[in-house]
T-cell receptor, first 113, second 113 residues
Framework: GAVVSQHPSRVICKSGTSVKIECRSL??????MFWYRQFPKQSLMLMAT?????????EQGVEKDKFLINHASLTLSTLTVTSAHPEDSSFYIC?????????FGPGTRLTVL | SQQGEEDPQALSIQEGENATMNCSYK?????LQWYRQNSGRGLVHLIL?????REKHSGRLRVTLDTSKKSSSLLITASRAADTASYFC?????????????FGEGTQLTVNP
């Protein structure tokens, strides 16, 4: 199946700093990528839909100025958590849409101290 | 918003037994997908069933879909300890912004050796 990578896999940062997470589709072009957040023992919550060459579509309750998404190419989308706070600590997972399936990255564990 | 509900939330069985997980949803769907997630890892796509299909098999997995009841089930036969993971159903319904997945709450399956 198609491969989606995320970098970094784990990041620890201080409160108030910004963190950038990359999501790459390695062997196919993805016009649409999705960013999810997952808290411990909970399901995935869609944060935003990232479309190549256009602005991301954010889900209700997700602050677009705090979670900046850039989908500059057909193989790369980035999520930047700005001015991170401890409550932003979570597991962030991206996915890239293929023909029918979505292919998920391995996730990024963000810990904000 | 999460529209999928899964039951049971947790299931513990002995190796060799069958495991059945159920998923219900609320709106019309294009397809329904089942994913597996090991603790702290990304999602692995297991099987996709389209809205015009009623049953699908893949190895030890059997998925059913009843669109009249808006429900699906995932059966894992002859379970193994390595099947221990969280299992999520996800519905794909076309919207103006393109299809996106909505995840259920998940079932934590523990297979005891």
């Amino acid at each position: 199946g198609a491969v989606v990578s995320q970098h970094p896999s784990r990041v620890i940062c201080k409160s108030g700093t910004s963190v950038k997470i990359e999501c790459r589709s390695l062997d196919f072009q993805a016009t649409t990528m999705f960013w999810y957040r997952q808290f411990p023992k909970q399901s995935l919550m869609l944060m935003a839909t990232s479309n190549e060459g256009s602005k991301a579509t954010y889900e209700q309750g997700v602050e677009k100025d705090k979670f900046l998404i850039n989908h500059a190419s057909l193989t790369l989308s980035t999520l930047t958590v700005t001015s991170a706070h401890p409550e932003d600590s979570s597991f962030y997972i991206c996915s890239a849409k293929g023909r029918d399936e979505q292919f998920f990255g391995p996730g990024t564990r963000l810990t904000v101290l | 918003s999460q529209q999928g509900e899964e039951d049971p939330q947790a299931l513990s069985i002995q190796e060799g037994e069958n495991a059945t997980m159920n998923c219900s949803y609320k709106t019309s769907i294009n397809n329904l997908q089942w994913y597996r997630q090991n603790s702290g890892r990304g999602l692995v796509h297991l099987i996709l069933i389209r809205s015009n299909e009623r049953e699908k098999h893949s190895g030890r997995l059997r998925v059913t879909l009843d669109t009249s009841k808006k429900s699906s089930s995932l059966l894992i036969t002859a379970s193994r300890a390595a099947d221990t993971a969280s299992y999520f159903c996800a519905t794909d319904g076309w919207e103006t912004s393109g299809s996106r997945l909505t995840f259920g709450e998940g079932t934590q399956l523990t297979v005891n050796p």
